[in-house]
């Protein structure tokens, strides 16, 4: 008599960018058994971003097609036999995967690492009912904290790094320039938890109300209007440190325009490409100008600020969406403008 071999168990459905503008939800072969430091994790629930978005028009230099999204990840933990004890609950992954070995890497800043890979940016993503993961990308999510504000880890690690490269000091003035997830997350961090006085902008009336909501000043669109506001409101001094925050040629030249003197920028936006920035005032003014990249450390205090409230996901999240129509929830943000600002994937 012939014994059937035991089930296969099924590694689920995934969402995969074919090409641009092309997204397939489809079975997944079935995940290997994971091995030593790894995990095995299940998508709860996943956020999408821009980055997502330029993958999706096909505008990312970094991005490789056909490509399993998801970057921002809530998962339940299935199987990691390095830590048990995180078998059973819900984590928030790293999406990163630096190489280790450069000199970012070897500095402790492997969130520039030379070689960075990026899930569902250069590797596989986990918009999936099965991902293998490192154990060593996994954070454990408090209990007391939602899932909906669990999914926000990962943007706000981002932000938080942002914000730690442009070391705010309470009572410093900073402007923050685009009020999408990002810019509306370092305004909730600088109000929040930094203790600055934050003016955003953005050229979308309704979103520059959520950063209102979150303790931001609005600024006028206009350049010149948007100059004297913030002179007035500062005697004259302008703002400590500026966030870039677009990505837009614009607003990234008036960056330099709204920065005082001995202040900082911070440019967390991607350009499309290089872009022209005013260096006469960067040297008239001694302006520290920063990148910002990813994030390093960032997960256990961006958890405890989630577990703290620091962010209410009801004023981000504005669109939930199960995982069969992926397709839709990329088309939403192709299409702008709908009052979408962060989409949600459910498993
Ligand atoms: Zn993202
Ligand atoms: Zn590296």
């Given at each position: 008599?012939?014994?059937?071999?035991?089930?296969?168990?099924?590694?689920?459905?995934?969402?995969?960018?074919?090409?641009?503008?092309?997204?397939?939800?489809?079975?997944?072969?079935?995940?290997?058994?994971p091995?030593?430091g790894q995990a095995?994790?299940?998508?709860?629930?996943?956020?999408?971003?821009?980055?997502?978005?330029?993958?999706?028009?096909?505008?990312?230099?970094?991005?490789?097609?056909?490509?399993?999204?998801?970057?921002?990840?809530?998962?339940?933990?299935?199987?990691?036999?390095?830590?048990?004890?995180?078998?059973?609950?819900?984590?928030?992954v790293s999406?990163?995967l630096?190489?280790?070995?450069?000199?970012?890497?070897?500095?402790?800043?492997?969130?520039?690492?030379?070689?960075?890979?990026?899930?569902?940016?250069?590797?596989?993503?986990?918009?999936?009912?099965?991902?293998l993961v490192a154990a060593s990308q996994l954070?454990?999510?408090?209990?007391?904290?939602?899932?909906?504000?669990?999914?926000?880890?990962?943007?706000?690690?981002?932000?938080?790094?942002?914000?730690?490269?442009?070391?705010?000091?309470?009572?410093?003035?900073?402007?923050?320039?685009?009020?999408?997830?990002?810019?509306?997350?370092?305004?909730?961090?600088?109000?929040?938890?930094?203790?600055?006085?934050?003016?955003?902008?953005?050229?979308?009336?309704?979103?520059?109300?959520?950063?209102?909501?979150?303790?931001?000043?609005?600024?006028?669109?206009?350049?010149?209007?948007?100059?004297?506001?913030?002179?007035?409101?500062?005697?004259?001094?302008?703002?400590?440190?500026?966030?870039?925050?677009?990505?837009?040629?614009?607003?990234?030249?008036?960056?330099?325009?709204?920065?005082?003197?001995?202040?900082?920028?911070?440019?967390?936006?991607?350009?499309?490409?290089?872009?022209?920035?005013?260096?006469?005032?960067?040297?008239?003014?001694?302006?520290?100008?920063?990148?910002?990249?990813?994030?390093?450390?960032?997960?256990?205090?961006?958890?405890?600020?989630?577990?703290?409230?620091?962010?209410?996901?009801?004023?981000?999240?504005?669109?939930?969406?199960?995982?069969?129509?992926?397709?839709?929830?990329?088309?939403?943000?192709?299409?702008?403008?709908?009052?979408?600002?962060?989409?949600?994937?459910?498993?």
């Open positions: 008599m012939e014994i059937a071999p035991p089930p296969v168990p099924s590694a689920g459905r995934r969402v995969v960018l074919d090409r641009p503008g092309v997204v397939a939800v489809r079975d997944a072969d079935a995940a290997p058994p091995g030593s095995l994790v299940r998508l709860r629930l996943g956020g999408i971003c821009g980055s997502d978005l330029s993958a999706f028009r096909g505008t990312s230099p970094l991005v490789s097609y056909p490509r399993v999204l998801g970057h921002e990840l809530l998962v339940d933990v299935a199987r990691c036999p390095d830590r048990p004890d995180l078998e059973g609950r819900r984590a928030v999406p990163l630096p190489c280790g070995a450069c000199r970012a890497c070897r500095r402790g800043r492997s969130n520039c690492c030379a070689d960075l890979r990026v899930m569902g940016v250069h590797t596989d993503g986990g918009l999936a009912g099965a991902t954070h454990a999510v408090p209990d007391g904290v939602s899932d909906e504000t669990a999914v926000l880890a990962e943007p706000l690690t981002v932000a938080y790094h942002a914000v730690q490269r442009g070391a705010v000091d309470a009572g410093q003035v900073a402007v923050v320039l685009g009020a999408g997830a990002i810019g509306l997350l370092v305004a909730r961090l600088l109000v929040g938890a930094r203790g600055a006085r934050v003016w955003a902008t953005d050229v979308d009336p309704w979103r520059l109300q959520v950063a209102e909501r979150m303790g931001a000043h609005p600024l006028p669109g206009d350049p010149a209007a948007m100059l004297r506001t913030l002179a007035d409101a500062t005697r004259g001094e302008l703002a400590d440190v500026v966030f870039e925050a677009t990505g837009h040629p614009a607003c990234t030249r008036l960056a330099t325009d709204l920065v005082g003197h001995a202040g900082r920028i911070v440019l967390i936006g991607w350009n499309r490409g290089p872009t022209e920035v005013d260096t006469v005032a960067l040297m008239r003014k001694e302006v520290d100008l920063l990148g910002s990249r990813n994030s390093v450390d960032a997960f256990p205090p961006v958890l405890r600020l989630l577990e703290g409230g620091l962010v209410d996901p009801g004023a981000l999240i504005t669109h939930r969406f199960p995982m069969e129509e992926a397709g839709a929830a990329l088309r939403l943000l192709d299409a702008g403008g709908g009052r979408a600002l962060k989409v949600l994937i459910g498993a």
